[in-house]
């Protein structure tokens, strides 16, 4: 932003909305000369704490909305469909050069996501199929050791009676 000099007797200040008196940056913080020093500088620094609530709260107040995210989403997209529209030759009709180009982008779109869903579906199934071989060939191991129960206060009488 530019920095304006605002010579005025008494002057808002543009980040706190507090009013200070002699010449003003429109840039900086309030209060302050065009030298760029303070004028008071407890006025200055409370000035800065204030945008900074002011920046936070703005944050959370500019927080979108589903609805303008959905309008924002459509006008891109018909911004780039008619971009790509202007690549089709000027012998078809537009409306029909954007129907066709509007059902081409829906297919590749289509397409993209079919193959994104297809990759997730796969490589579920395989963690799937690796968690089972795994699940089972653990339950393998455990019976070829010689325990027939699970309890673990058996085995440890099994053990102790082992070494009387």
Not at 27 to 54: D, M, Q, V
Not at 82 to 106: F, M, N, Q, Y
Not at 113 to 132: C, E, I, R
């Amino acid at each position: 932003m530019a920095s304006l000099a605002l010579p005025t007797a008494s002057s808002q200040c543009l980040s706190c909305s507090s009013w200070a008196r002699g010449s003003v940056k429109a840039s900086g913080p309030c209060t302050r000369f065009l030298s760029g020093r303070p004028l008071y500088p407890s006025l200055a620094r409370r000035c800065e704490k204030a945008a900074a609530r002011k920046s936070v709260r703005r944050v959370v107040a500019e927080k979108g909305s589903t609805s303008d995210l959905v309008s924002t989403a459509v006008k891109i997209g018909n911004e780039g469909l008619d971009a790509a529209t202007k690549l089709v030759p000027a012998t078809i009709p537009r409306p029909v050069a954007k129907a066709g180009v509007g059902l081409l982008s829906l297919a590749i779109l289509l397409s993209l996501v079919q193959t994104v869903f297809n990759t997730f579906v796969s490589l579920l199934f395989l963690g799937g199929l690796g968690y089972l071989g795994f699940q089972y060939l653990s339950k393998d191991g455990n019976k070829s050791s010689g325990s027939s129960s699970d309890d673990p206060l058996d085995e440890a009488r099994r053990i102790l009676d082992k070494y009387k």
